[in-house]
């Protein structure tokens, strides 16, 4: 059963509805364009940070894109498992 809530860090969770892609941090800022779209985010204040560290991956939905210190892989099976 796939979960309606994605719980993506301590305290923000979002509707799986809403959700176009999760992204590992590492991976995809390599690319100019990637990074230019998470300044352009921010400068938009559509970029959400609720981590205290690095964070391993972000989350791009409909409104907002959400910075997580959960890794993707893991964002991913809790979508699948439900949670």
């Known amino acids: 059963m796939k979960a309606l809530f994605l719980n993506i860090s301590q305290n923000i969770s979002v509707p799986t509805d809403d959700i176009i892609g999760i992204f590992d941090m590492d991976n995809s800022t390599v690319s100019p ?4 779209f998470l300044r352009l985010s921010q400068s ?23 910075l997580s210190q959960v890794s993707s892989h893991t964002l991913v099976g809790r979508g699948e498992r439900g949670g």
């Open 33 to 36: 364009d990637t990074r230019s």
């Open 44 to 66: 938009e204040k559509k970029l959400v940070s609720d981590v205290r560290d690095i964070p391993k991956s972000f989350v791009v939905t409909s409104e907002r894109v959400y």
